[in-house]
């Protein structure tokens, strides 16, 4: 079965610091792989998404996400965190290209120090 | 609204009791999930419609739960003989089609005492 590990609970990160979130998948075969924020009282929102190709993907928000086959991850990136960045961030795979249910990480709580 | 609307927001209801969670899904979007949110937890999969059938109901955890869209659109959760440990944050999502990005409704907030 697939899963995916998001290695930290919590994050600190400055304001106008760079930002890295960890996420590790377990899949045989390539993954389609996402990453969600949820902020407190709003739903999730797609920030984006992997299926095949470049393995840099672009996102929403000036988010980035690396897919890297032979570490079994898919790594999130900001050059320069801001404080309304402050959120939930979830990892998610799918073997179907989402038409079946998504598999979450436990997510990653990122702080934002002024 | 243009989003996934859902409803109630919070619901507190007693063990035992019998709760319906209602989704509206965006307008014209086939594909429908639900997916439950434990405290400190990523959301599990429970269920996915495609149009008005239940095409994958794996997640299900037990026959306490049930789900229908019988017109393609609203879906209700159903949990009958609620117990605490169903206390979760239920969210919904819809697609467009297959494999198109899924829209999450903000969820129903289930407190069971």
């Known amino acids: 079965a697939q899963s995916v590990t998001q290695p930290d609970i919590h994050i600190t990160v400055s304001e106008g610091a760079s930002l890295e979130l960890r996420c590790n998948y377990s899949?045989?075969?390539?993954?389609?792989l996402f990453w969600y924020v949820q902020s407190p009282g709003q739903g999730l929102q797609l920030l984006l998404k992997y299926f095949s190709g470049d393995t840099l993907v672009q996102g929403i928000k000036g988010f980035e996400a690396e897919f890297k086959r032979s570490q079994s991850s898919f790594n999130l990136r900001k050059p320069s965190v801001h404080w309304s960045d402050a959120a939930e961030y979830f990892c998610a795979t799918d073997s179907g290209g989402g038409a079946d249910g998504l598999t979450f990480g436990k997510g990653t709580h990122l702080i934002i120090q002024p | 609204g243009a989003g996934v609307s859902q409803t109630p927001s919070n619901k507190v209801t007693e063990k035992g009791k019998y709760v319906e969670l209602r989704c509206d899904p965006i307008s014209g979007h086939t594909a429908l999930y639900w997916y439950r949110q434990s405290l400190g937890q990523g959301p599990e999969f429970l269920i996915y419609f495609q149009g008005t059938g239940a095409a994958d109901d794996s997640g299900l955890p037990n026959d306490r739960f049930f789900a229908v869209r019988p017109e393609g659109s609203v879906s209700t959760l159903k949990i009958q003989r609620t117990e605490r440990g169903d206390s979760a944050v239920y969210l919904c999502?819809?697609?467009?089609?297959?494999?198109?990005?899924?829209?999450f409704g903000q969820g129903t907030r289930l407190t069971v005492v």
């Open positions: 999502a819809s697609s467009l089609f297959l494999y198109t990005e899924a829209f």
């Open positions: 899949y045989g075969a390539t993954p389609y």
